[in-house]
């Protein structure tokens, strides 16, 4: 990743404690401007806390943080109407309507998106009367990312974007984010949804107990996991022995086996020639390619995994 100019948000060996706890651990990253950036982890990584310092709602206790190349929270009021800001939940009057909390924020955007546009792209127009607190789920976040977008931002911050959505708002915002990159916007989001990491994130940073476990695209940290997984069914309950050690291998049901590392085709051929050996009565072979999820699950469980650092 690059740095420096090109930088829409720049961390340098930050540091956030509550007392005792140490909540992000000399974490750096960079999201170069126009591109979208995954940031993930399992809930205590220290996600929120980060953005925190990014947002600037609290300084760093150490390391140095820069946003659209200032100082979020000594220029604050500069960099604010820069930025666009989805929460997860909360932040508006429960009994305003949809279309009154959407006005609002526009009122306060020098060359605000036109809000009509937005209620019609997010499939919120006929929940344009409806009182925030009667919105489900899916609809007050579809809500809030209007909220975000409204004011034209250079940079955006998305935390759980698509939570509570069904699968067509999904894919609906989707299509935003990548239109967003498109035409130049940078976007810095968190999620739990690891296919949706994957489709939007030109860079993924995944953090575990505060620290940063990997960085890279998602091809990258895929193609440097040992990305080959081989599946065969065959008869229950062999003695594996002979293939751990240079593979990781697992019976997660009874004759399904899966097998995992540098598989190549010499790999698959010596791995196929042992179950031969073995004697096993092998009905079927199915060979995938890792995906980000595997990679994810596989770092922040501690499994070593040959991940970009």
């Known amino acids: 990743m690059v740095g420096g100019d090109a930088a829409a948000v720049e961390v340098t060996d930050v540091v956030v404690r509550y007392g005792d706890t140490t909540a992000v651990d000399g974490v750096s990253l960079c999201l170069p401007r126009g591109r979208v950036l995954a940031l993930l ?43 666009g800001i989805m929460l997860q939940s909360g932040g508006v009057y429960p009994w305003a309507t949809a279309g009154e909390i959407l006005r609002l924020f526009a009122s306060f955007a020098a060359n605000p998106l036109d809000t009509d546009m937005l209620l019609d792209r997010l499939g919120l127009r006929r929940f344009e009367r409806t009182r925030f607190r009667r919105l489900s789920g899916g609809e007050q976040q579809r809500l809030s990312l209007a909220v975000a977008l409204v004011g034209r931002p250079e940079l955006v911050f998305l935390d759980e974007p698509t939570a509570g959505m069904d699968t067509e708002a999904r894919h609906t915002t989707w299509q935003l984010i990548e239109e967003l990159r498109a035409d130049g916007v940078s976007v810095l989001l968190t999620t739990h949804l690891l296919d949706e990491a994957e489709r939007l994130a030109d860079d993924v940073v995944i953090m575990r107990s505060g620290r940063v476990a990997a ?16 599946e065969v069914r065959a008869d229950p309950g062999l003695d594996m022995a002979g293939l751990r050690g240079r593979w990781s291998v697992a019976e997660p049901s009874p004759g399904q086996y899966t097998i995992s590392g540098a598989l190549d085709t010499a790999g698959l051929a010596e791995v196929l020639t042992w179950f031969a050996s073995a004697g096993a009565d ?27 650092q």
């Open 41 to 83: 982890g399992h809930n205590g990584a220290g996600k929120t806390s980060l953005l925190q310092v990014c947002e600037g709602f609290r300084r760093p206790d150490d390391g140095r943080v820069r946003v659209l190349g200032l100082d979020p929270v000594g220029d604050h009021d500069a960099l604010m109407p820069r930025l």
């Open 215 to 230: 960085t890279g695209t998602p091809a990258e940290l895929t193609s440097a996991a040992a990305v080959d997984v081989l």
């Open 282 to 308: 092998v009905t079927a072979v199915n060979t995938r390619r890792r995906t980000l999820e595997d990679v994810y699950l596989a770092l922040t469980t501690q499994t070593p995994v040959g991940a970009a």
